[in-house]
T-cell receptor, first 112, second 109 residues
Framework: SQTIHQWPATLVQPVGSPLSLECTVEGTSNPNLYWYRQAAGRGLQLLFYSVGIGQISSEVPQNLSASRPQDRQFILSSKKLLLSDSGFYLC???????????FGSGTQLSVL | GQQLNQSPQSMFIQEGEDVSMNCTSSSIFNTWLWYKQDPGEGPVLLIALYKAGELTSNGRLTAQFGITRKDSFLNISASIPSDVGIYFCGPNTGNQFYFGTGTSLTVIP
């Protein structure tokens, strides 16, 4: 069966520090991968999605970037965090030809 | 971008009552999904709708995909305390999945 792993679960970072959140999927090949951000427990904002290794589509201009170095690995990064980057970050995957999205357990990021 | 209107924004109901929420869009979608999110967790898929007019049930949950493919509703019958959470509609077209602003449900025992 397919599983998605996202870590860390909680992260507290100072303003100006770098960020790296990792997401991996098991049990499937060539998934579509997504990063969402949820502010204040409401609304999911699509940040990036990827249909293959090295292929990244950005939905909203951000202080963030994404990379897909391996088929089942998706990384969300920032060189210098801002206060406004605080939020709940969710990774999700979709199997090829599937019209369903499955989410990881999320990372709560607090930038202080 | 896509405009999704989900209502109501929040609901406070007594245990045992039925619940109804809906989403409308200015765009046509191929698929309509409904999710539930518990606090501090990722959303979990409840129901997926693929055809215009489709009515699908999952236990006490029933959802319908609008004939115009621009809207959907979700009903929960005989609510119980574990129904508490935020419910999101999430239509899909191609590689992109969009989400409504959510309906926060509180069930009072």
């Amino acid at each position: 069966s397919q599983t998605i792993h996202q870590w860390p679960a909680t992260l507290v970072q100072p303003v100006g520090s770098p960020l790296s959140l990792e997401c991996t999927v098991e049990g499937t090949s060539n998934p579509n991968l997504y990063w969402y951000r949820q502010a204040a427990g409401r609304g999911l904002q699509l940040l990036f999605y990827s249909v293959g290794i090295g292929q990244i589509s950005s939905e909203v201009p951000q202080n963030l970037s994404a990379s897909r170095p391996q088929d089942r690995q998706f990384i969300l990064s920032s060189k210098k965090l801002l206060l406004s980057d605080s939020g709940f970050y969710l990774c999700a995957w979709r199997g090829q030809g599937w019209e369903k999205l499955f989410f990881g357990s999320g990372t709560q990021l607090s930038v202080l | 971008g896509q405009q999704l209107n989900q209502s109501p924004q929040s609901m406070f109901i007594q245990e045992g009552e039925d619940v109804s929420m809906n989403c409308t869009s200015s765009s046509i979608f191929n698929t309509w999904l409904w999710y539930k999110q518990d606090p501090g967790e990722g959303p979990v898929l409840l129901i997926a709708l693929y055809k215009a007019g489709e009515l699908t049930s999952n236990g006490r949950l029933t959802a319908q995909f609008g004939i115009t493919r621009k809207d959907s509703f979700l009903n929960i019958s005989a609510s119980i305390p574990s129904d508490v959470g935020i419910y999101f509609c999430g239509p899909n077209t191609g590689n992109q999945f969009y989400f409504g602003t959510g309906t926060s449900l509180t069930v009072i025992p």
